[in-house]
């Protein structure tokens, strides 16, 4: 839509200039070969007052154009404040300032029309932790965070901030303790200081730049003529992604929140400035050691930046525990596909590799690729042969694909070592090899 308006003015110009051309070629030609009764002083001064109502009638056409940008912000805005309210009516009394022991969710189950999008939701958040909120689009996450900062209410099961029910804490206060950076965050057409005190009058200016330190917000913001004084947003100065998000997390922690919520902060970056910022988020939570809330869609973020994971899928948590656990031992299929890549093996393979009927996962780095006529391994491994079908340098590591008995298609990632190392073997597509893994390394998953 927005883009649809932006492509008004062009083609506004673009038709002005051509409606000129044809009144020039058809009435010059009919003024040239006297075929009309208009004279050539005539048709010139017809051409010039024609070319004054242009200007005017493309004003009104980007005049359209703006208003149209116009309300699309006030949508955003009014999204925004119409979220707000929504659980002011019967609002808790409880003033809380900090995070004492843990947030839990206790049997959550919430919807926002009929459908439920959260099914009994039960986890626990320590004090100081780092967890990450993973799964696909649409699993639930968000809503988690929307909860969290009361802008829904629970209404099945129960939210408790360190063992009282969320809704007999006042709101503002509660979410004076927590910080949120979204998506996409909005800022506003206003200045850099507003747009990180939320205009409020009462906080002092080294507040301010202590915030936009902490978010690595300050150098650039001191470089600008106006520092904190610049105006931005809609009309202002254009912010990148990466300050966008800076500024936003300025904003988010100029309260000396107790809890950080941060839902996919990075999602709008490209890859190399998302890696730069999770650097100085992990710095940050290091620094000031509050509770983070990280929600995210990319699974490599989830293992650099928490403690914990929780895997959503479809408003249930699918699983949930240390990074570790997560990647090493997941325990269903959709988690061993969702963190990291996995083979999956369905069914029994062989009597002596797996002798039950039941799918198991083993991720490609575990698997060591050697040729057949490899002395056979100990007891502990697991080995099997197949044929080299397809291989795909990647920089860092080589990835082999490997058909084993027909059937079951195997990627094996191998480290691309210097080429004179020692025992290296690099097969070549169709050349018969030895699969070798650790039993201990293939987990059995539910479906
Ligand atoms: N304001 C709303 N009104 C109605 N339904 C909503 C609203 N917000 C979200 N939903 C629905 O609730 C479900 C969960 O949405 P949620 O935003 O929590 O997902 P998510 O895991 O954050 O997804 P994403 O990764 O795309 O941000 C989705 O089916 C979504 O369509
Ligand atoms: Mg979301």
């Known amino acids: 839509m927005y883009k649809r308006f932006e492509l008004a003015s062009p083609i506004s110009e673009f038709l002005g200039v051509a409606t000129v051309a044809g009144i020039l070629l058809i009435g010059g030609s009919m003024v040239l070969d006297k075929s009309s009764d208009i004279s050539a002083s005539e048709f010139i001064a017809f051409i010039i007052i024609f070319s004054q109502v242009l200007n005017p ?31 002011e009516e019967e609002d808790g009394t409880q003033k809380i300032d900090k995070l004492a022991s843990k947030i839990s969710f206790n049997n959550v189950s919430f919807a926002y029309e009929t459908d439920e999008v959260l099914d009994k939701i039960n986890f626990d958040i320590k004090k100081g932790e780092k967890i990450a909120l993973i799964g696909p689009s649409g699993s639930g996450k968000s809503t988690i965070i929307d909860l969290l900062s009361k802008f829904y209410k629970v209404k099945k099961g129960e939210i408790k901030i360190d063992g009282k029910n969320i809704n007999t804490y006042d709101t503002y206060s509660l979410r004076t303790m927590m910080g949120v950076v979204t998506q996409e965050s909005i800022v506003f057409h206003d200045t850099i200081k507003n747009n990180i005190t939320f205009g409020n009058k009462n906080i002092n200016m080294e507040k301010i730049i202590n915030a936009a330190k902490i978010a690595n917000a300050y150098e650039f913001i001191n470089k600008l003529e106006n520092k904190f004084d610049t105006i931005i947003g809609e009309r202002g100065l254009k912010l990148s992604g990466g300050q966008r998000q800076r500024v936003a997390l300025a904003r988010a922690l100029i309260n000396h929140p107790s809890v950080l919520l941060l839902d996919e902060p990075l999602g709008a970056l490209d890859l190399k400035l998302r890696e730069k910022m999770q650097i100085e988020l992990k710095d940050l939570q290091r620094k000031i050691g509050i509770t983070f809330i990280y929600v995210t ?66 991720r490609p780095e575990r698997i060591r690729i050697l040729p057949l006529s490899e002395e056979t391994p100990s007891n502990q491994e697991i080995c099997i042969s197949g044929k080299v079908t397809d291989i795909q340098y990647q920089g860092a590591n080589f990835k082999y694909m490997v058909l084993l008995d027909g059937q079951h298609e195997i990627v094996v990632q191998q480290q691309n070592l210097r080429p004179n190392t020692k025992h290296l073997f690099q097969p070549k597509i169709g050349q018969e090899v030895r699969l070798v893994w650790n039993r201990l390394d293939s987990n059995e998953v539910i479906l």
């Open 57 to 87: 009638a493309k004003a009104i056409s980007n005049a359209f154009n703006t208003i149209q940008r116009g309300l699309a912000s006030a949508d955003r805005t009014f999204e925004y404040m119409d979220k707000t309210i929504i659980v």
């Open 297 to 362: 869609h990319d699974q490599q973020e989830a293992l650099s930046m928490s403690d914990r994971i929780a895997v959503f899928n479809n408003g249930q948590i699918e699983q949930i525990g240390t990074t570790k656990e997560i990647y090493e031992t997941p325990r269903t299929l959709f988690v061993a596909d969702f963190v990291g890549s996995s083979n999956v093996i369905h069914g029994k393979l062989s009597e002596q590799i797996f002798d039950k009927n039941a799918s198991f996962t083993i």
